[in-house]
């Protein structure tokens, strides 16, 4: 075999490696149909506990050791992306979700959309943001992931409280919803779950890891980048898409969903999510004529961010969680019956999933953005610094300082040559 045909295969090879993360959640979505109770929650390897707990502390341990406390610190009172992340994941996307439903009850009078995957819809736009692929979708991409990681703090203690009581106000109006509507499911150990997991699985893995830098920084610092640690983050999603499709498929719900049901969520997760993605990069970097016409006194409404802030704002804005979605849902609904309650998660299990496959795409095209925003910059720097060292005045050459020496020595000679 001739070098050529090496070098289109080396160039094959690396462009399939670089594709390892779809062609991962391939084998998880294949694992999880042909062996779903195995990871199903309550099944063989108790993932509720095994991934949900051990895969998302591992994650957060990662992302403790990784970032400086003082820049940590800093996100957390950013106030303006506070604002813009939370608003659309509470609002904005409720509201939009809410009119595509009544759009489609207004079409669809023989309920050819199964009821169930609208009602998990307005469930879906009502909890917050994922736990861990936001953070580190966000590191790859090269954003800010201490941005990303205060948005999932802030969302997910906010989520127990606003999720449920938003959904049922948002349910429509109608008998066929009424399922729905009229849930009598104790909340108390959902909450009991859900902030032991937050405390488990998330903040005390942070605080360690936290610690660890505070104490070894430069050590830590140079481990995480020489071992390729914050790899490990992307294992730990896999892990969780197999858990996800492993409890979706043991319960059959995705199977007896009919067909039209299916390509819609399919179809519209996609666009959703890819739609969303645009909202949050044009309120993150609106146009110069729009920032100026939003400002009130001294501040500017939609000040253009920081690429790096508008990385985190891309990926944790249009994102929701299962992690928390899942517990809350059957938490809820305790009363109704568990095959529609496994109907009413598919669009939950589905969206999460199609998020992370179009979000692998994603951390490509962001880190492309980011380098053609970085390069003017760095022309810019050469040149400030190519000015300065014109502006100093040019030092003398060795060879015209042995000379400047020697005519220095000889005027000295002919001076005392003169004064014999």
Sequence with gaps: MGAPEKSKLKRIALFILNQWLIIGIGIACLLAYFFPNVAKHGGIIRSEYSILYGAVAIVFLISGLSIPQEKLVRQLFNWRLHALVQITSFLFIP?????????????????????????????????????????????????????ALAEVLIANLLGPFVTAGWTVTLLPDSEEFDVWRDQDGDLTAMYRDVFKQLGLAVLLPLAVGQVVRFLWSERTASV??????????????????????????????????????????????????????????????????????????????????????????????????????????????????????????????????????????????????????????????????????????????????IENEGKGMGVDESRSNNAT
């Design 95 to 147: 509201a939009l979700i809410l009119a595509v439903i009544h759009a489609i009850l207004a079409g669809d009078k023989y309920a050819r959309i199964d009821r169930a995957v609208l009602a998990g819809y307005i469930f879906t736009a009502c909890i917050p943001t994922t736990i861990a692929s936001n953070v580190v979708m966000t590191r790859s991409a090269g954003g800010d992931d201490a941005a």
């Design 224 to 401: 995480i980048q020489k071992y390729k640690i914050a790899k490990i983050g992307t294992v730990c999603l896999l892990l969780m898409i197999w858990v996800t499709f492993s409890s979706c498929f043991a319960t059959r719900a995705l199977q007896d969903l009919s067909t039209e049901s299916i390509i819609f969520i399919a179809l519209f997760n996609l666009a959703l999510y890819v739609f969303l993605t645009a909202v949050c990069f044009f309120l993150s970097r609106p146009p110069e004529s729009l920032h100026r016409r939003t400002k009130v006194g001294r501040w500017h409404v939609l000040r253009p961010m920081s690429p790096e802030e508008t990385i985190a704002v891309c990926f944790c804005g249009p994102a929701k969680s299962t992690a928390l979605g899942i517990p809350l849902l059957y938490a809820m609904w305790t009363p109704v019956d568990l095959f529609v309650k496994a109907k009413t998660s598919v669009p939950v299990l589905l969206y999460t999933t199609e998020q992370l496959f179009v979000a692998h795409f994603f951390v490509h095209a962001f880190r492309w953005w980011k380098r053609r925003l970085e390069r003017p910059r760095e022309c810019e720097e050469e040149a400030v610094e190519d000015r300065r060292e014109m502006a100093e005045p040019p030092s003398a050459s060795l060879s015209e300082v």
